[in-house]
């Protein structure tokens, strides 16, 4: 006689329980990935038998971060724009176009400007690192590397982490500009402000803080992007269809990590009054 097949609520237990562990198992292994690639990090700095390769990290530079400066760029011009043209109608009504300018600046530097490049760097480069990877596991290219006492964390993740964690502060920076900038030329030659108004407001709003938390949100998201690419990606297994896995993995994991972080710093800053 065959077994009865669980009950519904059975089923949805036992599923619910396995996306937690599942859920649990990535976080703890992207979090001992950082740990290993921190202690290689430190070495580097302290211990001149551990070179950082520099040349390594430049080359991960010029590959993740240099190549999506434009995909960047143009998506935050177009945040800034709509920003600028969704406050207009409201503050129209009481006569305070002139403060675009201040809710841009604050909304830009400390909330979007991160989570943009963060996002955009996601499907351009996360992706791109954990395929990249997953191809080398595939190819057994990661277990060459160990049996010649190739350390794959020293040589592969560590160079990634550092030129991703670097590109995504420089790039939040970038996004910070442009989007602000794009705003600014809309409300002046669309709304009747005046450039010195626009400038005089953004400077009046913008302080240290603003400007600090924002790239401290943008180091942390370049952290968490390089860990769960090369995390996926090293853990690739059945060939060509695990590397699409990985890679679809990466981009959303990522995202969905990223809103929640920025979630979190928020009401943290909110909490010690840095906002």
């Excluded at 935050?76 to 129209?92: D, E, T």
């Excluded at 006492?149 to 030129?163: Q, S, W």
């Excluded at 005046?194 to 005089?200: A, G, K, L, R």
Aim: with cysteine.
């Amino acid at each position: 006689m065959s077994e009865s097949r669980p009950s519904l609520p059975t089923r949805l237990v036992a599923g619910l329980g396995a996306k937690t562990l599942g859920l649990l198992s990535v976080i703890g292994g992207a979090a001992l990935l950082v740990t290993e690639t921190t202690r290689w990090f430190v070495r580097g700095l302290t211990s001149p038998d551990v070179r950082l390769g520099r040349q390594a990290v430049s080359a991960q530079i010029v590959r993740v971060g240099t190549r999506s400066i434009a995909i960047v760029l143009v998506v935050s011009a177009c945040i800034g724009l709509i920003l600028a043209m969704a406050m207009y109608p409201p503050l129209q009504q009481f006569g305070q176009e002139a403060t675009i300018a201040n809710i841009v600046a604050i909304a830009i530097s400390r909330e979007l400007g991160p989570m943009i490049s963060a996002i955009v760097l996601t499907g351009f480069a996360g992706a791109s690192i954990a395929a990249e990877l997953g191809t080398m596991v595939v190819g057994e290219e990661i277990e060459a590397l160990e049996a010649h006492a190739l350390n794959p964390v020293r040589f592969l993740v560590l160079p990634r982490l550092i030129a991703t964690v670097i590109s995504l502060v420089i790039l939040t920076v970038m996004a910070d500009v442009v989007a602000i900038l794009s705003a600014a030329f809309l409300t002046v030659a669309a709304f009747d402000v005046s450039w010195n108004v626009y400038i005089d407001n953004t400077l009046a709003e913008l302080g240290p803080w603003d400007i600090g938390t924002g790239l401290i949100k943008a180091a942390s998201f370049g952290v968490m992007l390089a860990a769960l690419a090369c995390y996926n990606g090293l853990r690739v297994s059945g060939g060509a269809a695990g590397v699409g896995k990985a890679t679809t993995d990466t981009v959303v994991q990522t995202i969905v990590a990223v809103i929640i972080v920025d979630m979190l710093f928020t009401t943290i800053f909110l909490q010690l009054g840095w906002t």
